[in-house]
C-alpha cells in the first residue's frame, strides 16, 4: 500500500465514509506496519488539534458558548493536555472504529484492535462475552447409528438436552460427570444432566467412575442409583431388567423399598409393580463397540482410498494433497493430481506439526495451531470456474480471519478463501486494483455463508467446499455435501479469468524485510486433505465426494 493510499484511506475512515472493503485493507495493514501505525496517530492528532482549534475561532467570534477555560491553565499546560488527550483519544478510536459497520462484529474488532496498540488481555477483552455451548456430555462413538428424522449427530457431537431416538445401531455417550454409556437402538432416552438420565426403550450399559458415585438411570418402573459399580439395563413395554455387572447398586422400585444389589444379581419388574424372573442377557460393552468402530472404519477407509483414487484420473483437479500420502519428515506434501499443463507444485510444510487424521492414523493431518503454521505451494496458469475442498478439524476461531487456502498478495484476479471469526466463510476473488470510492465502485465481491460453526463443533472433522461458477455466475458454498448458500455474482464483479500464483493453506501473506510483525490468521486446528479444481463441480458431485469421505 502506498503513503497517498494510506492517507486517503485514514482520511475516509476520519470523514465517516470508508467502506468495508477499505476498512480491512486499513486494519490489515495497521495491524503489521509500525509506519502505518505513526501516521494513523498523526491525522488523528491533527483532525482533533484542528477541531479544536475551529471550536475555538467560534468562541472568539461568540457564535458558540463554551464554559471559561481557567486562567490557570498556561498555554504550555494546554499543549501537554492536549497532546496526552489525542493520544489516548488515538488509541480509544482504534479500538471502536469496528463497531460502525455491524453489530455482530463488534466485540471481535474491538478486541482485535485493542491488540494492535498492545493493549493489554485485561482491557482488551472488556466488554466481551464468553462463549457458552449446550450439553451434558458428547457423542464418542457410533456403529451404524440411525437418529431419528435422519438427523446427522457426528462424533464429538454434543448431546442435546430432551428426548432423543436411537433408532438403530450402536452408540457411545461421555457425560461431563466421566459416565460411560453404551446404548443400543431401538431406544428413547434423555439426558436430564451429566448424573441423571432418563429411559423409556432400550439397552443401556453404564461405567461410573468414582467421581461419579451416585448416578441414576430413571424409568417408569423405578431408578437405579449407582454406588460405585457398571450395571446395564434393558427398558421395553412390559418393564424394567437391570444387572449388575461389577460393584454395588440400589434399586428403588415406584412405591418399594431400596434394595441393594451387588455383582451377578439381576432384577426385573412389569409395570404393574411385579417383580418377575430374569434371564441372562448380553449388553454391548465399550469394548465390543470399539471393535465394531474400528471394522467399520477400516471399510470405509478402504472405501475412501478407493474413490481417491479416482478422484486423482479427474482431468479438472490441478491440487491434491492428502496428508497421509506423505512422509512429513521431509516437510513435503507431494501433489496427488495428474500430471498435465497448468498443474500446482507439491507443498512445503512450514511449523505445522503431524496429527492424527479424521480415520484415526497417525500423523495423517496436519496440525496448523503453531504460530505461523502453513503450506506453500504455487499453482500456475489461469483458471476460469474454481472449485475448493478441504476436510478440516477447527479447534477455535479465535481470530478475526482464519485462513483456507490464499495467493500470498491479493492482486487482480486472486482468490481468498477462510472463514471469519463468527464462523461464516469467506470468499473473494478480486476484480480490479483501482477504483472509484465515490462512486461505490470496491475491489471485490465478498461472498459470505450464514455462520456455520461454533464451539459445539470444537474438534469435529467437516468437509468444506465452494464453487466459483463463472458460467452459472453464482458462488455456492458447501458443508458437510449440504449447501449452506448460493449468490449470484455481480456483473460488476465478475472475474472470467482467475489467477492463483504462489499461495498458501491456512494461512496468509510473509512477513517483509524490516518488518517480521505479521497478523495471526492461521487455522487453529488440522487439515488432512485438500483439492482445487479448476471448474465448477455438481452439487451432486460434491455431495458423492462427501460420502464417500466420510469416517
Not at 468562541?59 to 492536549?82: C, F, I, N, Y
Not at 482485535?112 to 456430555?137: L, R, Y
Not at 411385579?274 to 472405501?303: K, M, Y
Not at 503454521?373 to 470456474?385: A, D, N, Q, T
Request: charged residues 25%.
Amino acid at each position: 500500500m502506498t503513503s497517498t493510499e494510506l492517507q486517503q484511506l485514514i482520511d475516509s475512515l476520519l470523514e465517516g465514509d470508508l467502506n468495508e472493503a477499505d476498512f480491512l485493507r486499513l486494519e490489515a495493514q495497521l495491524s503489521v506496519d509500525e509506519v502505518a501505525r505513526r501516521e494513523y496517530y498523526d491525522r488523528v492528532r491533527l483532525s482533533l488539534l484542528l477541531e479544536h482549534t475551529a471550536a475555538e475561532a467560534a468562541l472568539s467570534d461568540g457564535s458558540a458558548t463554551m464554559e471559561p477555560v481557567r486562567e490557570s491553565v498556561t498555554a504550555r499546560q494546554w499543549w501537554k493536555w492536549a497532546f496526552t488527550a489525542t493520544a489516548i483519544v488515538a488509541a480509544l478510536l482504534i479500538v471502536v472504529i469496528g463497531v460502525q459497520w455491524n453489530s455482530l462484529t463488534k466485540t471481535r474488532r474491538q478486541i482485535a484492535q485493542s491488540s494492535i496498540v498492545d493493549t493489554p488481555p485485561s482491557t482488551a477483552h472488556s466488554g466481551s462475552i464468553e462463549t457458552a455451548v449446550t450439553g451434558f456430555g458428547v457423542i464418542s462413538g457410533q456403529a451404524d447409528a440411525e437418529w431419528e428424522g435422519d438427523t446427522m449427530r457426528a462424533d464429538g457431537s454434543l448431546i442435546p438436552p430432551g428426548e432423543l431416538r436411537l433408532r438403530s445401531g450402536v452408540v457411545q455417550l461421555e457425560l461431563f460427570s466421566g459416565v460411560s454409556l453404551v446404548v443400543e437402538g431401538d431406544a428413547r432416552f434423555a439426558v436430564i444432566s451429566p448424573m441423571e438420565v432418563a429411559v423409556s426403550r432400550g439397552r443401556v450399559r453404564a461405567r461410573v467412575p468414582e467421581p461419579a458415585t451416585g448416578f441414576r438411570i430413571n424409568t417408569l418402573e423405578g431408578e437405579v442409583v449407582d454406588l460405585g459399580t457398571e450395571f446395564a439395563m434393558n427398558v421395553t413395554p412390559n418393564g424394567s431388567e437391570v444387572h449388575v455387572l461389577d460393584g454395588e447398586i440400589e434399586w428403588r422400585a415406584a412405591g418399594a423399598s431400596p434394595l441393594k444389589m451387588t455383582q451377578g444379581e439381576v432384577i426385573r419388574q412389569s409395570r404393574d409393580g411385579q417383580r418377575l424372573t430374569a434371564g441372562p442377557s448380553t449388553f454391548v460393552g465399550i469394548h465390543e463397540l470399539r471393535e465394531r468402530l474400528q471394522a467399520r472404519q477400516t471399510d470405509r477407509l478402504r472405501r475412501w482410498q478407493q474413490s481417491s483414487e479416482r478422484q486423482r484420473q479427474d482431468s479438472r483437479l490441478v491440487a491434491y494433497y492428502r496428508v497421509a500420502e506423505s512422509d512429513l519428515s521431509t516437510r513435503r506434501l507431494p501433489n496427488l493430481a495428474l500430471e498435465r499443463d497448468g498443474i500446482s507444485s507439491n507443498g512445503a510444510i512450514v511449523a505445522a506439526a503431524p496429527a492424527s487424521d479424521r480415520w484415526g492414523q497417525t500423523r495423517g493431518a496436519l496440525d496448523f495451531s503453531p504460530a505461523g503454521s502453513r503450506v506453500r505451494l504455487s499453482v500456475p496458469g489461469e483458471h476460469r470456474s474454481l472449485t475448493l475442498l478441504c476436510w478440516v478439524k477447527i479447534n477455535s476461531l479465535d481470530r478475526w480471519y482464519n485462513s483456507l487456502f490464499l495467493t500470498d498478495g491479493h492482486e487482480e484476479g486472486e482468490p481468498h478463501w477462510q472463514i471469519m471469526d463468527d464462523g461464516r466463510l469467506f470468499f473473494s476473488v478480486k476484480k480490479r486494483d483501482t477504483f472509484d470510492r465515490s462512486r461505490g465502485e470496491m475491489d471485490k465481491h465478498v461472498y459470505y455463508s450464514p455462520p456455520f460453526w461454533d464451539s459445539s463443533l470444537s474438534g469435529q472433522w467437516l468437509m468444506i467446499a465452494t464453487v466459483y461458477d463463472v458460467d452459472a455466475m453464482k458462488v455456492t458454498h458447501f458443508l458437510n455435501g449440504d449447501v449452506l448458500s448460493e449468490e449470484a455474482i455481480p456483473p460488476e464483479y465478475l472475474v472470467e479469468t482467475v489467477r492463483i500464483g504462489n499461495a498458501s493453506l491456512c494461512n496468509w501473506d510473509l512477513p517483509s524485510q524490516n518488518k517480521p510483525r505479521f497478523a495471526v490468521r492461521n487455522l487453529n486446528g488440522s487439515l488432512d486433505e485438500f483439492a482445487l479444481y479448476d471448474a465448477a463441480l455438481s452439487t451432486a458431485e460434491i455431495r458423492k465426494l462427501y460420502n464417500d469421505g466420510r469416517p
